[in-house]
């Protein structure tokens, strides 16, 4: 791998404990396993893990983290690594403790619409389960093989966010083990151990552990909302030339709540793949495409739903927008509707033409502020002959949501990944002045963030992770505090 930073060292005698906890087969030094967890498909230096450790028991995370407490070695929490952000790169090295094995569905309640999940259980495992029940969670557009319990701690959004919000906002109760080895619970199970349907109206402590990138502590068991499905999927596709017109559509249809999914794509990211290098758009192609998806239970459900589109389009057309139904290209539909994607999802249609490496700007922005930052991120990314692939979604009930670029380029040219990195900091920069927020942040990203935050804020991070985590062994650097 180019640009692998400077191997720490490895202490047999550690092994040998790994090995005592959680079994022979289950913690290794070997450089070849080790190496599968220094990279990512992000613009991040790579860096080698020292140990790798699979846990298959709660009793085994608490055992290894008293260790890890008492020698201080970092602990990074891992389960898929497809975070496009380096947040399982180990900064300092130390121990890659994989979830992966911790794949168990405790409970699916069919009545009262939540699930119990192990944090290995990946969206494609969760899927399948709840379709025998007709229930379905916010599927990212991401690969199947991601945890979902790793999404919703990492504020993660998806097919569901125009309608229930965030993924983290779903979080109904967590089992964590700390930094030192303790067990806690927070929600309705830290008061009745059955209970696992909500977080509120107790004080909100899961938001020590959701945002955190893994630095508070390791989560062993998570409860999330579920959904019914609605038989009947009706997706409403609109083009128009600029984002100023597509976000005020978003915004004015947003206001109705009848859409689960409300996104807008830029032409480039409209392209399966992505193209890279940057090509230009042709001319007579609109520069935005958006989708709206909603799904009803019965016919008349559907026919009110479009008579609100139909009302919200006319409603556009008349302030002189250039709002046009569309026709969505189909495999980038199927993308964005048949969740968890398989086409999206395998990553491979984002990477393949650009050689396996892809990062991006991931951002809340307000919906006001998109068209500015969209215009200054299109001029830093065509300067470095990036294509500006861009995606607009709004979130529940509020005029903010996600901006972020998907940026593709070649992993084994060091030059180009340092071009996508450059560029992606300085649309983050871009953002963040303009009142955006970064999520899933890589160390890049956080740096900047801190730079801006107020002092007061920062402190209480400080001592926040300070008394989570005396020694700062938990995914060590990664908030760039
Ligand atoms: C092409 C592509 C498209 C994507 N689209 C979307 C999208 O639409 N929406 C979206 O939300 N995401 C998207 N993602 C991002 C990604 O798939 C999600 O963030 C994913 O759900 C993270 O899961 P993971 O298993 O890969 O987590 P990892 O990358 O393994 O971990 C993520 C973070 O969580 C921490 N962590 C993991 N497990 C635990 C634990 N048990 N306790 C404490 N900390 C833990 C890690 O240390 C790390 O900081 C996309 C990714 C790709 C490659």
Not at 92 to 108: A, E, S, T, V, Y
Not at 219 to 225: A, S, V
Not at 435 to 452: A, H, M, S, T
């Amino acid at each position: 791998m180019t640009g692998m930073s400077k191997e720490t060292k490895v202490d047999p005698l550690i092994t040998k404990r790994l090995c005592e906890i959680v079994g022979d087969k289950n913690a290794t030094d070997m450089k070849h396993v080790r190496y599968a967890y220094s990279y990512d498909l992000s613009f991040v230096k790579p860096k080698l893990p020292d140990y790798v450790v699979m846990p298959t028991e709660v009793e085994q995370i608490q055992e290894v983290m008293k260790f890890a407490n008492e020698e201080k070695i970092p602990v990074i929490p891992y389960t898929a690594g497809t975070n496009i952000g380096g947040l399982c790169i180990p900064e300092q090295g130390g121990i890659l403790l994989d979830l992966k094995r911790m794949n168990k569905i405790i409970r699916i309640d069919e009545e009262s619409h939540y699930a119990i999940l192990e944090p290995g259980v990946s969206h494609a495992q969760f899927a399948s389960a709840l379709a025998k029940y007709n229930l379905r969670w916010s599927w990212p557009v991401g690969p199947p093989s991601a945890s979902t319990s790793s999404n919703a701690i990492c504020h993660g959004i998806g097919g569901l966010s125009g309608r229930y919000g965030l993924n983290s906002e779903e979080i109904t109760s967590m089992e964590v083990v700390l930094p030192t080895g303790e067990l806690v619970r927070v929600g309705s199970c830290a008061i009745q151990e059955d209970a696992w349907h909500s977080c509120l109206p107790l004080p909100r402590v899961d938001g020590l552990f959701t945002g955190w990138l893994g630095t508070t502590g390791v989560i062993t068991k998570i409860g999330l909302r579920v959904h019914p499905t609605p038989p009947i999927l009706k997706v409403f596709t609109t083009s128009a030339d600029t984002l100023g017109d597509m976000g005020a559509y978003l915004r004015n249809l947003g206001n109705y709540e009848i859409c689960d999914d409300l996104t807008g794509v830029s032409w480039w990211l409209s392209q399966v793949p992505i193209p890279y290098p940057y090509k230009p758009k042709p001319e007579e192609a609109p520069e935005w495409i958006s989708f709206a998806t909603t799904f009803s239970w019965t016919e008349k459900e559907k026919e009110a739903r479009e008579e609100i589109w139909k009302m919200v389009m006319d409603e556009e057309i008349k302030k002189g927008s250039s709002l046009k139904e569309t026709v969505y290209p189909e495999e980038a539909l199927k993308a964005r509707t048949q969740l968890p994607s398989q086409i999206v999802g395998s990553t491979k249609n984002y990477t393949k033409q650009a050689g396996a490496g892809i990062s991006w700007p991931g951002t809340f922005t307000p919906l006001n502020k998109w068209e500015p930052v969209y215009d200054e991120w299109k001029k830093i990314l065509i300067d470095r002959n990036l294509s500006p692939a861009v995606r607009v979604t709004n979130y529940r009930g509020v005029h903010y949501g996600m901006l972020r670029a998907m940026i593709p380029f070649p992993k084994k040219e060091p030059a180009s990944v340092e071009n996508a990195r450059q560029a992606i900091v300085d649309c983050l920069k871009v953002d963040l002045d303009n009142g955006g927020i970064p999520y899933k942040p890589p160390v890049d990203f956080g740096i900047e963030i801190n730079k801006r935050a107020q002092q007061g804020y920062v402190e209480l991070l400080k001592k926040i992770k300070l008394m989570l985590d005396p020694n700062d062994i938990m995914n060590t650097d990664k908030l760039a505090l």
